[in-house]
C-alpha cells in the first residue's frame, strides 16, 4: 500500500506534477514528511497540503472489513480450494471433506497414538495420481523426529490401495514425489523455511507436512523445565504459505507431562495447597492427642494392676 505511485491516484494533475517534480512518487514519500515539510517542499498553502495528505492517505489505507466478511471470504475460499480426502469416512464428513486447503491442521495427541501414521498416509494420498483420486503432486515432509519410513509407507499402501500399488512402477513414482527434510535443530529449520518456500511455487507442492512442531523447539533447547519458545514466527510464516499457495499444511504436536512440583503451580494452586495442609494440622493434632490418652490410661491400668 505505502509503495502505490501518487501519479495513480487522482489528484488534481497540477498537484500531481508538484509531487513528481519534487521527486515525491509513492505515497510513502509523501506520508513520510509532515505537512509543514511538504508545504516548504512544495511552495502550497496549508489547505491544499492538507487535502492531498487525506486523498493520499485514504487511497494507500487498505480498506476495512468486518469480521463477518472475513469469515465468509475464508468460506469462500477453503470451498474453491477444496480439500485432500483422507479416505476415512467419518473423518472426511466431519472436515466436510477432508483436510482443508488454504489452512493450518494440527494433530495433538500423547505419544504412540498414530500422528505420525496418520501424516504418512496424507502424504500417501497426496502423492497418487489424481486418476486415482490423489493430487498427483509433490508433497514436503519436515520430519523433525526421524520417524518417516518409506517402508511403512508402501506397507499402508499395499493393505488400503493394493489395485493402485500392484501397477509397477507407480510406487517408485509417487515415492519420487515426497521431499524429506529433517532439520536438526530449531534454526536449521529456520534457515530452510525460505528452500520450502521456493520449492512450493516452483516444484508443484500440494501438501506441507510438519511432524512435529513441538520437537522442533525441544530439540533446539535439551531438556530441562518447561520455557517459552520462540516458535510464533515459525507459526506465521507457515500459515502465510498455506493461504498464499492455497494449499493443505497438517503440523503435529505431542501432548507432554509436566514436573507437578510447587514451583511449576500457578500460585492460587500454591495458596490451596496451603490451606489444605493447614487444615490437616487439627485433625493430625487429634489424633496425636487420642493416642497421647489411650497411652497414658494403658500405662495407669497396669500400676494399679501391680
Not at 509523501?30 to 496549508?46: I, K, N, P, R, T
Not at 523447539?217 to 504459505?241: D, T, V
Amino acid at each position: 500500500m505505502a509503495n502505490k505511485l501518487i501519479s495513480e491516484m487522482g489528484l488534481p494533475k497540477s498537484t500531481a506534477h508538484v509531487f513528481a517534480a519534487r521527486n515525491i512518487i509513492t505515497a510513502k514519500d509523501a506520508l513520510s514528511l509532515s505537512e509543514f515539510e511538504l508545504m516548504e517542499l512544495l511552495d502550497v498553502g496549508l489547505e491544499e497540503v492538507t487535502r492531498a495528505v487525506a486523498h493520499i492517505s485514504e487511497f494507500a489505507c487498505p480498506p476495512y472489513q468486518t469480521a463477518l466478511s472475513v469469515l465468509e471470504q475464508r468460506i469462500q475460499n477453503e470451498n474453491m480450494a477444496g480439500h485432500l480426502p483422507t479416505r476415512l469416512k467419518g473423518l472426511d464428513a466431519a472436515l466436510c471433506g477432508g483436510i482443508p486447503f488454504g489452512v493450518v491442521t494440527e494433530l495433538v495427541g500423547p505419544a504412540g497414538i498414530g500422528k505420525t501414521q496418520f501424516c504418512l498416509k496424507l502424504a500417501l494420498l497426496a502423492s497418487l495420481p489424481t486418476s486415482y483420486g490423489g493430487l498427483g503432486a509433490h508433497v514436503i515432509y519436515v520430519d523433525v523426529e526421524s520417524k518417516f519410513s518409506s517402508r511403512r509407507m508402501i506397507e499402508m499402501g499395499i493393505n488400503s490401495i493394493p489395485e493402485i500399488f500392484q501397477k509397477e512402477g507407480l510406487a517408485q513414482e509417487m515415492a519420487g514425489r515426497i521431499l524429506v527434510l529433517r532439520p536438526a535443530s530449531l534454526s536449521e529449520f529456520t534457515e530452510s523455511l525460505q528452500q520450502i518456500k521456493v520449492s512450493l511455487l516452483q516444484h508443484h507442492v500440494k501438501l506441507l507436512i510438519v511432524d512435529s512442531m513441538a520437537a522442533l523447539a525441544s530439540g533446539e533447547y535439551g531438556p530441562g523445565p518447561p520455557r517459552q519458545h520462540p516458535l510464533g514466527w515459525h507459526i506465521s510464516f507457515i500459515k502465510s504459505l498455506a493461504e498464499f499457495c492455497r494449499i493443505p499444511v497438517v503440523v503435529t504436536n505431542q501432548v507432554r507431562s509436566q514436573v507437578h512440583d510447587d514451583a511449576s503451580r500457578y500460585l492460587f494452586q500454591v495458596q490451596r495447597i496451603a490451606e489444605l495442609r493447614l487444615k490437616k494440622i487439627p485433625q493430625n493434632f487429634l489424633l496425636i492427642l487420642l493416642l497421647l490418652l489411650e497411652f497414658t490410661g494403658l500405662m495407669l491400668l497396669l500400676f494399679v494392676l501391680c
